[in-house]
């Protein structure tokens, strides 16, 4: 958030910290369903790698997000459509109305991460629920810092994209993000399920 919040007050100026928070928050409150799955999750998880049923991890996985999924896409939607009319709840007063355009237009960007979001948020909770909670940790800050913020670094001042760089860094930065923890989560369930097909 430092990182972020410093490339845009340098491309683009301190406004544009007021339209990255505003929307940020939004965004938050639409990922509260993945956060409540995933919290579910690292407990199915852990009951399944307990009793040593590892083809069960994959199960809980998948099913975990195919239904993040669905909830993110209708959720991305509603925001991608009503974005103008959800940026005037952050601009209702005089001396904000001048930010709606920018506001909607970040709400459209950032709308798209909304998808991808449940394939890394659940692939974590598979860690935590094994007790590699360490290595959700390691993942999470590999994709703060190797993905977000080089990408928006990338965009926003390498490229010069300014502002609306930093916000497709941010997408894709996490988007990538997601991938390696789906992608990793994906090798450690195969190793266990190994295991427990071939056990020694």
């Known amino acids: ?5 410093a490339i845009l007050v340098m491309v683009a100026g301190t ?10 928050r939004l965004l938050m409150f639409a990922v509260i369903p993945d956060i ?3 919290t579910t999750l690292i407990s199915v998880i852990g009951a399944a790698f307990g009793a040593r049923k590892y ?6 996985q998948g099913y975990a997000i195919r239904l993040g999924i669905m909830i993110a896409g209708t959720m991305a939607a509603i925001i991608f459509i009503f974005a103008p009319e959800i940026a005037l709840l952050f601009t209702y007063s005089e001396s904000t109305a001048y930010l709606t355009p920018r506001i909607a237009s970040f709400l ?3 709308s798209l991460l909304l998808v991808f979001i449940p394939a890394g948020m659940m692939s974590l909770s598979v860690f935590q629920g094994t007790g ?3 290595t959700s940790l390691i993942i999470n800050i590999f994709r703060s810092l190797a993905f977000v913020a080089v990408f928006v670094v990338l ?3 390498v490229l010069g994209y300014g502002e609306t760089g930093v916000w497709f860094g941010i997408v894709l930065g996490n988007i990538l993000g997601s991938m390696v923890a789906y992608l990793w989560a994906g090798v450690y369930i195969r190793r266990l399920t190994a295991l427990e097909e071939y056990p020694s």
Not at 1 to 5: A, P, Q, R, T
Not at 15 to 24: K, R
């Open 55 to 60: 083809g069960n991890l994959s199960i809980a």
């Open 108 to 110: 459209r960007v950032i």
């Open 15 to 24: 406004d544009a910290v007021a339209v990255y928070t505003s929307g940020w």
């Open 1 to 5: 958030s430092i990182i972020i919040n």
């Open 155 to 157: 965009f926003g001042i």
């Open 36 to 38: 409540a799955i995933a």
């Open 132 to 134: 590699r909670g360490f």
